[in-house]
């Protein structure tokens, strides 16, 4: 995480964008890399403020709370790792369970297990998915909207933020959603560079500052 006069921003707004650190065997992360690359980057009178959160159940949300409390941001971009995806996947609906194929990088692996027990069943992102798909796409940057942003420590990391969102009137108005990543070359296949990664988060970020209502614009799925 970097240091706090890193984020110095007298009289900005903040934006929070987070990304994850390594997991699964991997020595680097594809969201952590692109948001790192975004700190501090300014525009409209707001500045991003990017943070690592680590991949472990539980601990994720502790660390995403803090950061919402230190920086009050007007928006908050969360972003994870999606071996296997070609896209940007822009996350349409966090649901509330656990089922962790493999461990997360404390060991956890909870299964069928709630994100925040006696909550809702599932909650929308708050992000205008569809106009920052177009935005996306209008910058040649590869972008989809996801139906599920799986059962992993991002999902748990989704849903955590659109709970505290919706029950905490303290943040009325802040929205937030999640963003998945494909892997860097070095990697696998297939895969995104850093610079598309990170001209991409840029044009959905400056999309969803600036726009409430979402467009309609056909981005569906058969399966």
């Known amino acids: 995480m970097l240091s706090p006069p890193a984020r110095a921003a007298v009289g900005l707004h903040r934006i929070l964008v987070t990304g994850f650190d390594p997991f699964g065997g991997h020595t680097i992360n594809p969201s952590w890399q692109a948001v790192q690359a975004l ?3 300014e525009f409209d009178g707001h500045r991003v403020v990017a943070a690592q959160i680590p991949t472990q159940f539980d601990l994720s949300l502790r660390v995403l709370d803090d950061l919402i409390e230190t920086h009050r941001p007007v928006l908050v971009l969360c972003t994870g790792q999606a071996g296997g995806r070609a896209a940007l996947s822009l996350e349409r609906v966090a649901i509330n369970v656990n089922d962790a194929r493999i461990p997360d990088n404390a060991g956890a692996q909870p299964i069928d297990t709630p994100v925040v027990a006696g909550a809702p069943a599932a909650y929308f992102t708050s992000l205008p998915i569809k106009a920052m798909l177009a935005a996306a796409l209008d910058a040649g940057i590869r972008a989809e909207v996801s139906q599920t942003a799986g ?3 991002c999902n748990h990391v989704f ?5 505290r969102l919706a029950t905490d009137k303290a943040l009325a108005g802040v929205r937030g959603g999640l ?3 494909p892997w860097l070359p070095q990697q696998g296949q297939p895969s995104m560079t850093q610079e598309q990664l990170v001209a991409g988060l840029k044009a959905v970020l400056r999309c969803a500052l600036h726009t409430h209502a979402d467009v309609r614009l056909q981005a569906g799925a058969l399966s």
Not at 159 to 163: A, D, E, S
């Open 179 to 181: 963003v998945h990543v």
């Open 159 to 163: 849903y955590g933020l659109m709970h």
């Open 39 to 41: 700190d501090g980057f």
């Open 151 to 153: 059962t992993f420590v």
